[in-house]
């Protein structure tokens, strides 16, 4: 992997990732672009105890441009968009319409491919180790960061989902904070281990699942399963098998052999619902350990938590999807029409031949 940054007309940051090392990244920006103007705030709920950031700059942001002017394909004459070059493989830049950014976080773009009609799962083992790569290394540069606390690296897929550009893209967030949903688990981590004399949590689910009815597929460093207490119609986490915090802390096996099980789950997304229906929309999110102290959750240290990928759709049959209505969106208590276990047996029935 050859790595490549520089800066945008309007001074935020790009990074090229290639798979060649004698690949040139010189071309310019010629856009005439201002330096970006955000008015991203963080405000904490008193009683709830999480955080909401405030972005009303995002509201003038890029909503479904047509395909000849969509802005992550690359430059192309005077058609010039947030890739100044010609081609790319992986490109990493700031948003432009950060939810986050200054001393409340960061915010990047991940182009996965220059292919504007692709998607994830289209992409080769080689592209979609290079995306691994670049997922790893955002990972390491932005947990340097002094205002950042947590990093998330997500993809939002279909226009379901409320995905705005339908090039084939992903997303960093780099928070100030440790996350609610990451919170729960590590509190969670703390009362189980305190339970059980040490005990880790995310090993007794993995050997629980491990031995059940809803592993998905295995293979020698990862395995992707149904939960037993799932909250979407389809969703399969994914785990490496070797408990390690985060990206960083895969091993060569495992980053050798992710390609291969990841691109299988996604092609498996989209034969759920059989092949006239539209692709599956989803929602792929890399779950890692916080860079902060972890003194509130006592007993917990940071190679206690698990890194997983957490897949899943809102599609809940054909034509149909799952909306979160009152008990989810009021109370957070998630109905899930599908069982965990039927789910399981669907996706493993569509597997490649």
């Known amino acids: 992997?050859?790595?490549?940054?520089?800066?945008?007309?309007?001074?935020?940051?790009?990074?090229?990732?290639?798979?060649?090392?004698?690949?040139?990244?010189?071309?310019?920006?010629?856009?005439?672009?201002?330096?970006?103007?955000?008015?991203?705030?963080?405000?904490r709920d008193p009683l709830l105890g999480d955080s909401v950031a405030i972005a009303s700059h995002r509201q003038g942001r890029t909503y479904h441009p047509p395909a000849d002017q969509c802005p992550l394909c690359p430059s192309d004459g005077e058609r010039l968009s947030e890739i100044p070059d010609l081609s790319y493989d992986v490109v990493v830049f700031e948003n432009r319409f950060p939810s986050l950014a200054g001393d409340s976080g960061r915010?990047?773009?991940?182009?996965?491919?220059?292919?504007?009609?692709?998607?994830?799962?289209?992409?080769?083992?080689?592209?979609?180790?290079?995306?691994?790569?670049?997922?790893?290394?955002?990972?390491?540069?932005?947990?340097?960061?002094?205002?950042?606390?947590?990093?998330?690296?997500?993809?939002?897929?279909?226009?379901?989902?409320?995905?705005?550009?339908?090039?084939?893209?992903?997303?960093?967030?780099?928070?100030?904070?440790?996350?609610?949903?990451?919170?729960?688990?590590?509190?969670?981590?703390?009362?189980?281990?305190?339970?059980?004399?040490?005990?880790?949590?995310?090993?007794?689910?993995?050997?629980?699942?491990?031995?059940?009815e809803r592993v998905v597929l295995e293979s020698e460093e990862w395995v992707a399963f149904v939960p037993y207490a799932a909250h979407w119609p389809y969703e399969v986490h994914l785990y490496p098998k070797r408990r390690v915090p985060d990206l960083l802390g895969l091993d060569e096996a495992a980053r050798t052999e992710f390609p291969k099980v990841y691109l299988e789950l996604l092609r498996r997304f989209d034969r759920i619902f059989g092949e006239t229906e539209p692709p599956t929309p989803y929602i792929a999110a890399w779950h890692q350990a916080p860079f902060g102290q972890l003194e509130e959750f006592e007993g917990v240290q940071r190679d206690d938590f698990a890194l997983h990928l957490e897949l899943f759709t809102i599609r809940r049959t054909s034509g149909k999807l799952k909306f979160l209505a009152g008990s989810e969106s009021g109370m957070n208590v998630f109905i899930n029409d599908v069982p965990p276990e039927r789910a399981a047996e669907r996706l493993r029935e569509v597997a490649s031949s």
């Open 1 to 43: 992997m050859k790595k490549t940054s520089t800066r945008l007309a309007d001074g935020r940051e790009l990074v090229y990732y290639d798979l060649r090392d004698d690949t040139v990244r010189d071309a310019v920006d010629r856009r005439p672009l201002e330096r970006t103007v955000t008015t991203s705030e963080v405000r």
């Open 107 to 212: 915010c990047e773009v991940v182009c996965f491919t220059s292919d504007h009609d692709a998607s994830f799962a289209d992409l080769s083992e080689e592209q979609a180790r290079l995306v691994l790569d670049a997922w790893t290394d955002r990972t390491s540069e932005l947990s340097h960061l002094p205002s950042v606390e947590q990093v998330f690296c997500f993809e939002n897929r279909g226009a379901e989902i409320g995905v705005t550009l339908g090039h084939p893209h992903g997303q960093i967030y780099a928070y100030p904070f440790t996350t609610p949903r990451t919170a729960l688990m590590l509190r969670s981590l703390a009362a189980h281990k305190d339970a059980t004399g040490g005990e880790n949590l995310f090993d007794a689910v993995l050997d629980e699942e491990l031995a059940g």
